[in-house]
């Protein structure tokens, strides 16, 4: 079962930042967050991962909360192609059941 | 060049028959995965493989199996298909086990 809850959907107007909320309470001292996104028909991406601090890449920025209990996603200039379902999961690389995927968060970009 | 390539992207098969999706990844990875995506579109892991070793979804059934020529290739043996075996199945990579995962597009299987 996913350790991550997000908000069912979305709605975010184009050209705007999307912030994509994810709580993980219960996260372990040795688990990083990982976000994915799914558009419809296609594979789950790799958006970003963290630990501890925060992170920014080419595609988004990820912000984690002191206590670690939670964090957001930051897609800075949402486009169209934004529209998904994202998905926060935590994992400890230990190889036990890694990247078990909740229910995700569908957003939607509106022009 | 895809990353991480499955075939067929469409499967449609009868009830009993015995299948195969193969999965190739050219990343240089250490760790491949199998995910079965349901109608309800929630994606749970089936296999991971790492150097040879599996470990498991206990909620698997033994009628899937899967099979690793070489590190980069997983392909997935599903015996004696059933009507509850149709989903979209992805193949995944990443550098070790854990870590950021690359997915193939799927195979979208029907058991008719």
């Known amino acids: 079962d996913a350790k991550t809850t997000q908000p069912p959907s979305m709605d975010c107007a184009e050209g705007r930042a999307a912030n994509l909320p994810c709580n993980h309470s219960?996260?372990?001292?040795?688990?990083?967050v990982y976000w994915y996104r799914q558009i419809h028909s296609q594979g789950p991406q790799y958006i970003i991962h963290?630990?501890?601090n925060n992170e920014t890449n080419e595609m988004a920025s990820l912000i984690i909360t002191e206590d670690r209990k939670s964090s957001t996603l930051i897609l800075p200039h949402a486009t169209l192609r934004d529209t998904a379902v994202y998905y926060c999961?935590?994992?400890?690389?230990?190889?036990?059941?890694?990247?078990?995927f909740g229910k995700g968060t569908k957003l939607s970009v509106i022009p | 060049d895809t990353a991480v390539s499955q075939t067929p992207k469409y499967l449609v098969t009868q009830m009993g028959n015995d299948k195969s999706i193969k999965c190739e990844q050219n990343?240089?990875?250490?760790?491949m995965y199998w995910y079965k995506q349901d109608s309800k579109k929630f994606l749970k892991i089936m296999f991971s493989?790492?150097?040879?070793?599996?470990?498991i979804n206990e909620t698997v059934p033994n009628r899937f199996s899967p099979k690793s020529p070489d590190k980069a290739h997983l392909n997935l043996h599903i015996n004696s298909l059933e009507l509850g075996d149709s989903a979209v199945y992805f193949c995944?990579?990443?550098?070790?086990?854990?870590?950021?995962?690359?997915f193939g597009q799927g195979t979208r299987l029907t058991v008719v």
């Open positions: 219960t996260i372990s001292g040795n688990e990083y």
């Open positions: 990343l240089g990875h250490d760790t």
């Open positions: 995944a990579s990443s550098p070790e086990w854990g870590s950021e995962a690359f």
């Open positions: 493989y790492n150097n040879k070793e599996l470990i």
């Open positions: 963290g630990l501890k």
């Open positions: 999961i935590v994992s400890s690389g230990a190889g036990s059941y890694q990247l078990t």
